[in-house]
């Protein structure tokens, strides 16, 4: 299932468009060689604004979770998703000025007619994830690796053999 969801930067902008929908992470194919598992999906909601300036701007909030792979213990991290983003659109990128390059508050991208808002959503969530995801505990896979854990349910069998 694909469809594509395009919209006119600079009037989606002027006009204080507003746009929300869901995405399915099986859908979202660049994304899969980070992920265990491509079930489930994110929601999104895409805004337009006018700036002072008379550029238009995009505002960009996706939320939900991915089952990142851990790049110590290689297993599945449920990675909670909260990603905004502020684009704005721009004829000529020679058009701006050093101290907006240089404006991490927004990213710039250039005025286009037909923007695959799902294409774009999905690269700002390609730059959003960490590179090197890791579990806050976990070991490495080996032999070792259950020595180093302590389950849960081993800690209760001790409990109930004291009992
Ligand atoms: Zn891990």
Request: glycine residues 8%; charged residues 30%; proline residues 5%.
């Amino acid at each position: 299932m694909s469809r594509r969801v395009l919209i006119d930067g600079l009037a989606f902008g002027r006009e204080g468009g507003s746009l929300t929908g869901e995405l399915q992470v099986a859908a979202l194919t660049r994304l899969h060689d980070l992920l265990t598992g491509s079930a489930g999906s994110l929601r999104y909601r895409a805004e337009g604004r006018r700036t002072d300036r008379d550029r238009s701007q995009l505002h960009i909030e996706v939320t939900g979770s991915l089952s990142l792979c851990c790049q110590r213990c290689l297993e599945t991290l449920e990675y909670p998703l909260r990603l905004r983003s502020l684009l704005e659109f721009v004829d000529d990128e020679s058009d701006l000025t050093q101290d907006e390059l240089e404006d991490d508050s927004r990213d710039f991208l250039p005025v286009d007619k037909e923007l695959d808002l799902e294409q774009l959503i999905e690269d700002e969530i390609l730059l959003a994830l960490p590179p090197a995801p890791r579990h806050e505990a976990c070991s490495l896979p080996g032999p070792e690796r259950d020595l180093a854990r302590v389950s849960p349910f081993s800690v209760l069998a001790g409990l109930r053999g004291k009992a």
